[in-house]
């Protein structure tokens, strides 16, 4: 007989952990590949003429863009800094879903919104043990690695 106790590779912590792990990867890669990506190909192009929603100016607006899209997908999908790159994120998405798509029909705001719940889970759950934030704390909460020093 086979005892469930026994088997630790479907234990509550493990699954949930791969549940983080396929939604970081999944919003990462999306959100790098499919706008952050287009974002950096065709910054000079669009410089001049990004919405500006907040205030910033359509240059700083496009950075912050940049940022939360490219380099927040990034470090979504490795889970480095990741509730700080899910909070970029959350915002960028939530900024679009309210002024840039604001008079669009729901259905093409979809993904945003989409994209918008994802990055507010990672935000509030963390990136789960499977991500490089768990490997970076863990060494500094051992002394960063380094051997002690002699008297």
Known sequence: MCDASAVSVFSKENVVNLGLFILRLSVGVNVVCLHGWER????????GSFPDPLGMGPRHSLMFAVAAEFVGGILVTLGL????AALLLAFSMGVTFYSGEAGLPW???EATLLYLAASLAILMLGCGRWALDSVVWKRFRRGGGAAPARK
């Open 40 to 47: 950096v190909r065709h910054y000079s192009d669009r410089v």
């Open 107 to 109: 259905r093409q705001r």
């Open 81 to 84: 800094a990741g509730r700080l």
